[in-house]
């Protein structure tokens, strides 16, 4: 029974795993999108800074 219980706790693990995975990889997406918009913020800020 031990054994069984153990099973399913890994099999847990490694579903919450996978999930965390594709966390990772749309907040990269996220943090990239951030970073134009960073980029892009900052532009406008040096235009404004010339007028």
């Known amino acids: 029974m031990y054994n ?3 099973i ?3 099999e847990r693990n490694r579903g919450q795993i996978e999930k965390n995975r ?3 990889e749309r907040n990269r997406g ?3 999108r951030n970073r ?3 980029e892009r913020n900052r532009d406008m800020i ?3 800074r010339d007028m």
Request: hydrophobic letters at 40%.
């Open 30 to 32: 996220v943090i990239e």
């Open 8 to 10: 399913s706790d890994i």
């Open 4 to 6: 069984v219980d153990k």
């Open 46 to 48: 040096e235009r404004n």
């Open 22 to 24: 594709d966390h990772i």
């Open 36 to 38: 134009d918009v960073i």
